[in-house]
């Protein structure tokens, strides 16, 4: 059984401040955790990803993750908020092998006020 | 080229109408899904295809139907609809056997049951 929470469904940060959005998972094997964006109307895009090896992974637009297994934390952040960046953000964890059942959390909206 | 197509985009209809939409990938992938979003963003997975096997069955009502006639395509179908079938349907693509494990979404179709 796998699950994520999101804590905080909303999160509003100034423009250049620091962007952090807090996801914890339960996972009964190895999880494989991602970081999806969405745009107002848009689908999901993937924005990162954590497999196996490095626990700090680097994605597009500047965000990125770091895999805590001791903390079963998978945090997002971003060095400074864009105005682009007001967004709806997801958590999800799979898990390597088989079928990719992925299971998402509830979504952090962040708005980033200029 | 677009990844991940959906049609209709939009999508209002009455209670107790039938309806399909359709989800076509041109990625090459041999897995396909089917979620929904509800009105509060939460992202649940309804049905999974690998090479136009159903491997995933969400708890769904019956009135919901998904259908792939091959890799590139996933439809879904649904009878007799009700007011709670109002959401957000997204498709979404991965391939199995590559270590990336990431989902490809579509842009959405907006359900309306009126």
């Known amino acids: 059984a796998q699950s994520v929470t999101q804590l905080g469904s909303h999160v509003s940060v100034s423009e250049g401040a620091l962007v952090l959005l807090r996801c914890n998972y339960s996972?009964?094997?190895?999880?494989?955790l991602f970081w999806y964006v969405q745009y107002p109307n848009q689908g999901l895009q993937l924005l990162l990803k954590?497999?196996?090896?490095?626990?700090l992974v680097k994605g597009i637009n500047g965000f990125e993750a770091e895999f805590k297994k001791s903390e079963t934390s998978f945090h997002l952040t971003k060095p400074s908020a864009h105005m682009s960046d007001a967004a709806e953000y997801f958590c999800?964890?799979?898990?390597?092998?088989?079928?990719?059942?992925?299971?998402f959390g509830t979504g952090t909206k962040l708005q980033v006020i200029p | 080229d677009t990844a991940v197509s959906q049609t209709p985009k939009y999508l209002v209809t009455q209670m107790g109408n039938d309806k399909s939409i359709k989800c076509e990938q041109n990625?090459?992938?041999?897995?396909m899904y089917w979620y929904k979003q509800d009105s509060k963003k939460f992202l649940k997975i309804m049905f999974s295809?690998?090479?136009?096997?159903?491997?995933i069955n969400e708890t769904v009502p019956n009135r919901f139907s998904p259908k792939s006639p091959d890799k590139a395509h996933l439809n879904l179908h649904i009878n007799s609809l009700e007011l709670g079938d109002s959401a957000v349907y997204f498709c979404?693509?991965?391939?199995?056997?590559?270590?990336?494990?990431?989902?490809?979404f579509g842009p959405g179709t907006r359900l309306t049951v009126t």
């Open positions: 979404a693509s991965s391939q199995v056997d590559r270590a990336s494990y990431e989902q490809y």
């Open positions: 996972s009964s094997v190895p999880p494989y």
């Open positions: 954590y497999t196996t090896g490095a626990t």
């Open positions: 999800a964890v799979g898990r390597s092998g088989g079928y990719q059942k992925v299971t």
């Open positions: 990625l090459g992938h041999d897995t």
């Open positions: 295809y690998n090479n136009k096997e159903l491997i």
